[in-house]
């Protein structure tokens, strides 16, 4: 009797699936099942179109050099997240690592007097350092992502305070590899810096690696099904902490980027930006989940969340406003991940 009950109701669920399976709105879904970048473009797209009729100064070539400027510190941010997110993690602490960073470069140079590509290695450290240590929890003590990532943002945060004594390095003061990547040069009448020049190199460098190499594809393995992962053969929590690793890397390089986009070194520049940065990637299509979304998608998401913020502010919007905006961006595009993952090959 229970099995004849269990089996009645199973059947709607299979009427419907059966035709679902028939209907155009199923056939979208599995698209952007199959190709996680398509939403974001249309989105960044029709973006572009409002702002640019809303108003006339959005497409000029000043106007966009300060859109790219903008999105290259939120855009190599939301590469190490991209890392993190793919894994079904999440990382709080991306805006205080960089800010950590830029704050060792800035202040050995200009205080201690080491040689500036001395001082960026050691921003290197700091990343690679935090990433281990955020690496470590997850993977050794078996702790949430998010539980860790929000403990050390705190931690992270205290130590640039406590060692910048809260004070801005200017970049008058820095040698000129570190403000090296504010250098501008035009490009079709727009400014464009050598910090999204880089920023690019970093995205197609990871694209390559993700969808070129093995360990790109225990990345995705891992984030996808760890346990079947587990079963293949991949040692999941080293990759689990060489993604840590890397995002660490990533973060110092962003912090460069910053020192170079802001011509100085600020303890309180920037650590407001880990929410454009999960921004950025859910916006792009990589599920929270893990397993699923590309680094273009990324890039796209990062456009979107520049694009936004700078429209609304030429509108009038006001930044409380252009807050809700982001986060109403947030909530659709987990609620789209939600509706896509519900796709079958």
Do not use: C
Not at 5 to 24: K, V, Y
Not at 53 to 75: C, D, H, I, K, T
Not at 327 to 335: E, K, T
């Amino acid at each position: 009797m229970n099995q004849q009950n269990a089996t009645a109701a199973a059947e709607p669920d299979l009427a419907e699936e059966f035709l679902d399976r028939s209907t155009p709105l199923r056939t979208v879904r599995n698209l952007l099942h199959r190709h996680p970048a398509i939403s974001p473009a249309i989105v960044l797209i029709a973006a572009v179109a409002v702002f640019g009729g809303l108003n006339e100064r959005f497409l000029e070539p000043s106007n966009l050099s300060l859109v790219s400027q903008q999105v290259a510190v939120v855009g190599t941010l939301a590469l190490a997240q991209t890392l993190i997110i793919l894994t079904a993690g999440i990382d709080l602490s991306v805006g205080a690592v960089m800010v950590l960073a830029s704050m060792v470069v800035a202040q050995t140079t200009v205080q201690n007097g080491v040689p500036a590509a001395v001082g960026l290695v050691l921003g290197l450290a700091v990343g690679l350092g935090a990433g281990a240590l955020n690496g470590l929890l997850v993977t050794r003590l078996k702790l949430p992502p998010f539980i860790v990532t929000l403990g050390s943002l705190n931690v992270f945060l205290a130590l640039t305070l406590l060692y910048s004594g809260g004070a801005t390095v200017r970049g008058g003061d820095m040698p000129d590899l570190l403000t090296l990547t504010g250098e501008t040069f035009s490009l079709g009448g727009v400014n464009i810096t050598i910090g999204v020049v880089m920023m690019l190199v970093l995205y197609v460098a990871l694209a390559l690696i993700l969808h070129g190499t093995a360990w790109g594809r225990h990345v995705y393995a891992a984030g996808d099904d760890p346990e079947a992962a587990r079963l293949a053969g991949i040692r999941v929590q080293r990759v689990l902490a060489s993604v840590y690793l890397a995002a660490g890397a990533i973060l110092a390089v962003a912090a460069w980027i910053q020192i170079g986009r802001s011509n100085a070194a600020s303890p309180n520049t920037g650590v407001d930006l880990n929410l454009d940065s999960i921004t950025a990637v859910v916006i792009g299509g990589t599920s929270l989940f893990g397993g699923r979304g590309t680094v273009w998608g990324t890039l796209l998401g990062a456009l979107i969340v520049g694009v936004f913020r700078n429209g609304l502010a030429l509108v009038g919007v006001d930044i409380l406003w252009q807050t809700f905006a982001v986060g109403v961006l947030i909530i659709a595009a987990v609620s789209i991940d939600q509706w896509i993952r519900k796709a079958r090959a």
